[in-house]
């Protein structure tokens, strides 16, 4: 079957840095991206990798390893306004995407 | 400003009842999402159409129905055949194979 696993929750310290780790195992793999989800509100995109490295988005950034079905959001400088649920999706070989259940990221003064 | 208009914002359903959630686009983008969203799961693709007047079946299609007459728009339909409807409905469209998905504000579906 097709699985993604992510850390239920995790708490950080604001302007502190976070990591958020992402494994998968997809029939095929066309990309993996990274969603930032508020309360009650709409995922918004915030990467996308489908080669192997890292890709800098400002504050963020994501790392992919496809030989160990390995992704990481990185979130640098953290502040208030980034506590929401991280949720890490792989775009399998119907080029369907397959979610994890999200991160939930709680930010501390 | 191009997106995706989801309406209404809140739904509420009687025993019984049908009700269909919209789903706009201006994005002019081909293929179009349906997912239901519970608390602590990840998103589930209910249907999904990569062209007008086409569409197919996600993973938890039974109790809910569609169409896509115009590339603009893809309404759900749940039925009273769907027992468990109360959840949080996302519409998202796409353009390209393996571009993101963007999302619409979401519909919150309960029961009366």
């Known amino acids: 079957g097709q699985n993604i696993d992510q850390p239920t929750e995790m708490t950080a310290t604001e302007g502190a840095i976070v990591q958020i780790n992402c494994t998968y195992q997809?029939?095929?793999?066309?990309?993996l991206f990274w969603y930032q989800q508020h309360a009650g509100e709409a995922p918004t995109f915030l990467s996308y990798?489908?080669l192997d490295g890292l890709e800098e988005k400002g504050r963020f950034s994501s790392f992919l390893s496809r030989s160990k079905g390995y992704s990481y959001l990185l979130l640098k400088e953290l502040q208030m306004k980034d506590s929401a649920s991280y949720l890490c999706?792989?775009?399998?070989?119907?080029?369907?995407?397959?979610w994890g259940a999200g991160t939930k990221l709680i930010i501390k003064p | 400003d191009g997106g995706i208009t989801q309406s209404p914002k809140y739904l509420f359903r009687k025993e019984g009842q049908n009700v269909t959630l919209s789903c706009e686009q201006n994005?002019?983008?081909?293929?179009m999402y349906w997912y239901r969203q519970d608390p602590g799961q990840g998103l589930r693709l209910i249907y999904y159409?990569?062209?007008?007047?086409?569409?197919q079946k996600g993973d938890i299609a039974e109790g809910y129905s569609v169409s896509r007459e115009k590339k603009e728009s893809f309404p759900l339909t749940v039925t009273s055949a769907q027992k468990n409807p109360t959840a949080f409905y996302l519409c998202?469209?796409?353009?390209?194979?393996?571009?993101?998905?963007?999302f619409g504000d979401g519909t919150r579906l309960s029961i009366l």
């Open positions: 998202a469209s796409m353009t390209g194979d393996n571009g993101p998905q963007h």
């Open positions: 994005l002019n983008h081909d293929a």
């Open positions: 159409s990569q062209i007008v007047n086409d569409f």
């Open positions: 997809t029939s095929g793999f066309n990309g």
């Open positions: 990798n489908v």
């Open positions: 999706a792989v775009m399998d070989s119907n080029y369907q995407l397959i």
